[in-house]
């Protein structure tokens, strides 16, 4: 495994650079500017702590193979990503599961990241508990800053137990109605005319639920809905083909060409944050996270 100071070594303190995980997701926030350099981050789990709920791994980890190890501990990481994604790259884009209502964001993950700032220098943000601090939460920045601020080569992730079983339904009925029979359900979709339903848990407590579900009008699938990519900032009007969440306003589309609309006030700190950071910017240049 790669270790923190062989990375450090390769980012450097002066060239453009930019953490390449499964670069599935690569364009998001713009292009890459022509020139700057591409490092890629340690890969491998370093640390369980089972009865601590947390895991260190590489940032270059695949989360498919990460979900695979943690299965085995009957646990789960509330992030999702296509099937070559790297963490350190779900945790750059922010990528929520559509479970987001049951098991939390994806900046509620990342415990403690061991970064390269963008003077070159090894830092530790956060740590493996929960404190009370002051200042910068730099761990909830990191999420969803698309590497613009640091670049992270291993994380501490929190890590949560996984339902022993799933149940997706589908019908037509009102959200409402769906929620008087469910406590918490993990998904609740809507694709324009039928809604989805996924209730998880102990098996004796979705039993229940589905069979609640089922007198109402629902019906179970006999697979699995595939879910495309969350799209950050897109609202209703852009639902094309994919799902809105009902739960949370989010949507889930293959549909990239949203109409995110960003104000002038969220800019100018988005700015200043990145100003703090890399003043030069060098970290990951031509990507703009807002």
């Known amino acids: 495994m790669k270790s923190m100071e062989e990375f450090t070594e390769e980012i450097g303190d002066t060239s453009f650079v930019s953490v390449r995980g499964g670069a599935t997701r690569w ?3 713009g292009s890459l500017t022509e020139g700057a350099i591409e490092v890629e981050a340690p890969q491998g789990v370093i640390d369980f702590k089972p009865e601590e709920m947390i895991v260190r791994v590489g940032a270059g980890t695949k989360l498919s193979n990460l ?3 943690l299965t085995e501990l009957k ?15 779900s945790l750059a884009v922010g990528s929520s599961s559509h479970r987001r209502a049951r098991i939390g964001a994806a900046c509620d993950v990342l415990l ?4 390269v700032g963008a003077d070159g220098k090894q830092f530790v943000a956060g740590g493996p508990t929960v404190k009370n601090v002051t200042g910068y939460d730099i761990c909830r920045l990191l999420v969803s800053s698309l590497g613009t601020l640091a670049l992270m080569g291993v994380v501490t992730l929190r890590t949560r137990p ?11 009925l009102p959200f409402e109605e769906i929620m008087r029979c469910c406590y918490r359900p993990a998904s609740v979709l809507h694709d324009g005319s039928k809604t989805f339903v996924l209730v998880e848990g102990y098996e004796k407590d979705v039993e229940k639920e589905k069979a609640s579900l089922e007198k109402i009008g629902m019906v179970v699938l006999d697979r699995e809905l595939e879910i495309p990519p969350l799209q950050r900032g897109a609202t209703r009007e852009d639902l094309n083909v994919g ?3 009902l739960q949370i306003g989010a949507v889930y589309s293959n549909d990239t060409h949203c109409n995110i609309e960003v104000s002038e006030e969220v800019e100018r700190l988005s700015n200043r944050i990145k100003k703090n950071f890399d ?6 240049p031509g990507r703009k996270p807002y």
């Open 279 to 284: 003043p030069t910017g060098r970290l990951n």
């Open 162 to 172: 996984k339902p022993e079983i799933g149940v997706w339904l589908k019908g037509e």
């Open 67 to 69: 979900q695979n190890d």
């Open 75 to 89: 646990q789960e990481v509330a992030l999702a990503g296509f099937p070559d994604s790297s963490v350190g790259g």
């Open 243 to 245: 799902f809105l969440d």
């Open 27 to 29: 364009n998001l926030g």
């Open 112 to 115: 403690q990241a061991d970064c």
